[in-house]
């Protein structure tokens, strides 16, 4: 068994839209109720979070953007773009949710716990330098994978971002470096438009961005075949110290903004095959960070699936599971062709 960290905080709830949104508290309110059920209690160990510093927002954000946000606080509501809002608690929580972020990874590499799920919003991965988007301020696991090489010493992160939406600002955040390698699936052409397979990175970073845009269909034995076909490959050759999943649940069948049908199993499942190529590049140092998911029944089910892997206590599917040989690979064969094709020059594929 392995030893699981979570972040949880209720002052997560303090980010509250006027109206109707589907970022909403309840998704945390859902999954915090999860981690209180019979078999989930007690088996996770709590990782307090705390205020993510003005240096380490600096990190990844410039500070006239960070002033901007600073700005909304106390203000009842300020529309930072068309889908991301910000309340008079917004600035203080979204610093929070840094902070929890980098509390996970500083439990994770002093060896505290094997790997940490943080369980924060609002969420980040579409959060650019100077700007606020897709219901995300701060970008959470960006600034968590720049804190990790700064802090820790670390030579190489990996970020693989299974949200269904492409994470811009985490992408824009490295697409000149080599030493955070992000890695995206998501649907495509779809918001916020960006993360084509020619999107591959730029000078040193060339070959350190991998976007698989995909069109609506792919589920549980299409993405393990991804994952195993393309991440997994790339991430054993560049051996990351530290492995982020930006872990959005907006891929479930039933999600109301996405096409995609994975399956609360089908979570475990990628979550096993990250778990697994860690262990060999990095001790299984593995810090998740919740994204998007707004079918909230969906959101706690695929969740709960997610930890009991993350913590060893279920296995996921094996390789030659038979749900691999029901695989679609017309939904996924084309994609994988052009995303190799664009990637072989940097990495061995076959
Ligand atoms: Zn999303």
Redesign the pocket.
Same mark, same amino acid.
């Given at each position: 068994m392995h030893k699981t960290g979570i972040v949880k905080d209720d002052r997560y709830m303090d980010h509250v839209a006027d109206g109707y949104h589907p970022e909403s508290r309840q998704r945390l309110e859902v999954l915090y109720e999860m981690l209180r059920e019979p078999g989930m209690r007690g088996q996770y160990e709590e990782i307090p979070p705390r205020m993510a510093t003005q240096q380490e927002l600096e990190l990844i954000h410039m500070p006239n953007y960070i002033s901007l946000v600073a700005s909304t606080a106390g203000r009842s509501m300020t529309m930072l773009d068309p889908d991301t809002y910000a309340c008079a608690k917004s600035y203080e929580t979204a610093r929070l949710a840094v902070g929890g972020t980098l509390a996970a990874v500083d439990r994770v590499m002093k060896g505290g716990v094997d790997n940490a799920f943080a369980f924060i919003r609002p969420?980040g991965?579409?959060a650019e330098t100077n700007r606020a988007m *897709?219901f995300c301020l701060f970008n959470n696991v960006a600034i968590a994978a720049g804190y990790a090489l700064a802090t820790h010493r670390l030579k190489r992160a990996l970020i693989i971002d299974w949200?269904?939406?492409h994470g811009n600002g985490t992408q824009h955040s490295f697409y000149e470096r080599a030493d955070v390698l992000y890695f995206s699936t998501h649907q495509y052409p779809y918001?916020p438009g960006t993360g084509f397979f020619s999107e591959i990175g730029n000078g040193p970073g060339k070959g350190f961005t991998v976007n698989v845009p995909l069109t609506a269909g792919p589920g549980d034995a299409e993405y393990s075949l991804i994952f195993e076909e393309v991440l997994e490959p790339i991430a054993l050759q560049y051996k990351p110290d530290i492995v982020f999943v930006s872990a *959005?649940f907006?891929i479930y069948f039933r999600d109301p903004? *996405?096409g995609m049908q994975v399956t609360p199993q089908g979570f475990a499942n990628l979550a096993k095959i990250v778990l697994d190529f860690a262990r060999q590049t990095c001790d299984g140092k593995v810090v998740f960070v919740l994204?998007? *998911?707004y079918h909230l029944e969906g959101l706690r089910d695929s969740v709960r699936e997610v930890l009991k892997t993350l913590r060893g206590e279920i296995l996921a599917e094996g390789r030659q599971g038979e749900a691999r040989s029901q695989a679609d690979r017309r939904l996924i064969d084309p994609v994988i062709k052009k995303v190799k094709e664009a990637l072989r020059p940097y990495w061995k594929m076959n």
């Open positions: 969420p991965h579409h *897709g949200d269904l939406h918001y *959005g907006d903004l *996405g994204e998007g *998911g």
